[in-house]
């Protein structure tokens, strides 16, 4: 079965850095896009950056030159790197197989506060 494991977040302070990580397994996760969602208190998932079988990265405009998205196929895990945070990126973070959006893991909670 479909499974993802997300971990790396936290409570960080405005302008720094956090690296999420998340562990995929049940699937081809070569050949598989990926990407990472966020969902706010009160508000609706959002993606933020994908990356695809070919390692093409997209991101949301809102986290351009903030935020990279990368892989390791031999690991089956895909990250984030989240810099120059800002307050309003806190959320809950999942990671999804971009065609498989009907799994979902635990998610992990990013807080950016002063």
């Known amino acids: 079965e479909v499974q993802l494991v997300e971990s790396g977040g936290g409570l960080v302070q405005p302008g720094g850095s956090l690296r999420l990580s998340c562990a995929a397994s049940?699937?081809?996760?070569?050949?598989?896009?990926m990407g990472w969602v966020r969902q706010a208190p009160g508000k609706g998932p959002e993606w933020v950056s994908k990356v695809n079988s070919g390692n093409r990265p997209n991101y949301a405009d809102s986290v351009k030159g903030r935020f990279t998205i990368s892989r390791d196929n031999a690991k089956n895990t895909v990250y984030l790197q989240m810099n120059s945070l800002k307050p309003e990126y806190t959320a809950v973070y999942y990671c999804l197989n971009t065609r498989l959006v009907e799994y979902w893991g635990q998610g992990t909670q990013v807080t950016v506060s002063s």
């Open positions: 049940g699937y081809t996760f070569s050949s598989s896009g």
